[in-house]
């Protein structure tokens, strides 16, 4: 079974690398996703975007400027163009002087983000998140059910397991309405009232919502659950918020340093 399944007292809420391990290595790398893999992270998050090309590809910003040594939006760029900019070198370098792994490192695509998990040593799952999926209409959506199929993570039920995010009920409900069988999570900065029952956009299988609001409205998890859904909650960082996530029981914590959060339940 998935960590959507797993019973909370046994093991305490799974733990999400958001962006990879962003603590330790440049988000939505390689090495960042390979750093949450090699520390034990139950899943790996990361947001998605189309190139002009029609290319999907991990970046969260809507601009390469923040992350990259380029500059202009990544709608804007083809693959080609991403592919000759630098998106490590932005990153800290370690103290030593030495080169880290991640110099000069290319974007990372949705496509070479799933052979990384498909090839991983041990399970390990996925939690993508569409990001401004408006923009183009359905075309992310479409590209993200077309490249789940073909890595066969259209079945929650096989060696890895996928789940897509998005604070848009809209784009959740686009892919549901092409695979199913892959569970939703409605993202959620402040929860509406008319969602403060428990309650989800119809369909949507989990609920998201952030760290700041469940720290004002922790009984808010309870009612959730009495509705019948898992909670995810993001960005749980700071070890009185994991310590409280896991008191409160929620399912899943969305973490950049999974390291550290491990080690604090003890795994
Ligand atoms: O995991 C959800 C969280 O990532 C949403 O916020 O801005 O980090 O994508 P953001
Ligand atoms: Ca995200």
């Known amino acids: 079974a998935g960590w959507h399944h797993c019973p909370v007292e046994s093991t305490g809420p799974a733990v999400i690398a958001h962006r990879g391990a962003s603590e330790e290595a440049p988000e939505h790398t390689l090495a960042a996703y390979?750093?949450?893999?090699?520390?034990?992270?139950?899943?790996?998050?990361?947001?998605?975007?189309?190139?002009?090309?029609?290319?999907?590809?991990?970046?969260?910003?809507?601009?390469?400027?923040?992350?990259?040594?380029?500059?202009?939006?990544?709608?804007k760029l083809e693959l080609a163009d991403l592919n000759a900019l630098d998106f490590g070198s932005w990153m800290k370098q370690p103290q030593n002087g030495e080169s880290p792994e991640w110099e000069r490192t290319s974007v990372l695509t949705l496509d070479r983000l799933l052979r990384l998990v498909a090839e991983s040593p041990r399970r390990v799952e996925l939690a993508i998140e569409t990001k401004h999926p408006t923009r183009w209409a359905g075309q992310v959506e479409e590209k993200l059910v077309e490249l789940l199929r073909r890595y066969e993570l259209d079945r929650p039920s096989g060696d890895s397991a996928v789940r897509v995010m998005s604070f848009s009920a809209r784009s959740l409900a686009r892919v549901r309405a092409e695979l199913p069988r892959v569970p939703t999570v409605f993202l959620m900065q402040f929860v509406r009232p008319r969602y403060r029952d428990g309650s989800l956009p119809a369909g949507v299988g989990v609920a998201g919502p952030s760290m700041r609001f469940v720290r004002g409205h922790?009984?808010?998890?309870?009612r959730v659950r009495r509705a019948g859904h898992p909670v995810h909650v993001w960005t749980v960082d700071d070890p009185a918020d994991v310590e409280l996530c896991a008191r409160l029981g929620v399912e899943a914590i969305i973490t950049n340093r999974p390291r550290q959060v491990l080690a604090q339940l003890g795994r």
């Not at 390979?34 to 290319?55: F, M, Q």
């Not at 922790?218 to 309870?222: G, L």
């Open 218 to 222: 922790p009984e808010y998890v309870e």
């Open 34 to 75: 390979r750093t949450a893999i090699e520390s034990g992270a139950d899943a790996l998050e990361c947001d998605i975007r189309l190139t002009a090309d029609g290319h999907l590809v991990c970046v969260h910003d809507w601009r390469v400027n923040r992350t990259s040594n380029g500059r202009g939006a990544v709608s």
